[in-house]
């Protein structure tokens, strides 16, 4: 998305090329797109695997036959898994830009079987339908608006995502919808930081292509 053009053949620039790293000692190092891909997949999976028991053994408060909570805005609790959540989403954006729709789609149906299988019994329907449905719905939204506004797709994708998985998650694992507010604040500010941190990566990625281009 980046084009320039001074005394040198033209390049364009996009986060699925090698990751430029600038060190202390002006030395060039390069990480593959391919390589953080199959990072953030390890990440992607680390959540599933935390995320189910989180919800029902870490929090502030925890419920009997209800999941344990954290503060998400004053006066707001949501389900402690509500963080993971969240991060999953911001992943699975970075996954498909990374390594593409095919390992996208393999990546959120492998993540609702191992939640079906690693879920607590008393939540496992309402775990893996939430996961697979709102992990789609993140990738439907995501999709058609990434090439032109990356950081909007993470925030609005985000946000889709998380009212789908906070509805159908609350409503089947534990039939009741009083914590959707809290979830789904939950899960937004993990996409407004992932939306924020990407831009702040690729402002950070031209500044050193542009530098590197001036030597």
Not at 43 to 49: A, D, P
Not at 175 to 204: N, P
């Amino acid at each position: 998305w980046l084009d320039c053009c001074s005394g040198v053949d033209s390049f364009h620039f996009s986060w699925r090329r090698p990751v430029v790293l600038w060190s202390q000692k002006d030395t060039m190092k390069f990480l593959s797109s391919k390589q953080l891909g199959f990072l953030c997949l390890g990440l992607f999976t680390l959540t599933i695997l935390l995320g189910n028991w989180v919800v029902s053994n870490v929090g502030l408060v925890c419920q009997p036959n209800g999941p344990c909570l954290i503060l998400v805005w004053p006066g707001i609790m949501a389900p402690s898994g509500v963080l993971l959540a969240g991060f999953a989403l911001v992943l699975r954006d970075a996954l498909q830009n990374l390594l593409g729709k095919r390992w996208t789609i393999v990546a959120i149906v492998a993540g609702a079987i191992l939640s079906a299988f690693l879920a607590p019994s008393e939540i496992v329907l309402g775990s893996t339908l939430a996961f697979f449905f709102s992990e789609l719905a993140d990738f439907l939204v995501y999709t058609p608006l990434r090439e032109k506004h990356l950081t909007l797709a993470i925030i609005l994708s985000g946000l889709v995502g998380s009212v789908l998985d906070s509805l159908i998650f609350l409503s089947l694992a534990f039939g009741s919808l009083d914590f959707v507010v809290g979830q789904v604040i939950g899960k937004f500010w993990m996409s407004l930081l992932g939306g924020i941190v990407i831009y702040m990566w690729r402002a950070r990625q031209d500044r050193l292509l542009l530098m590197r281009v001036a030597r």
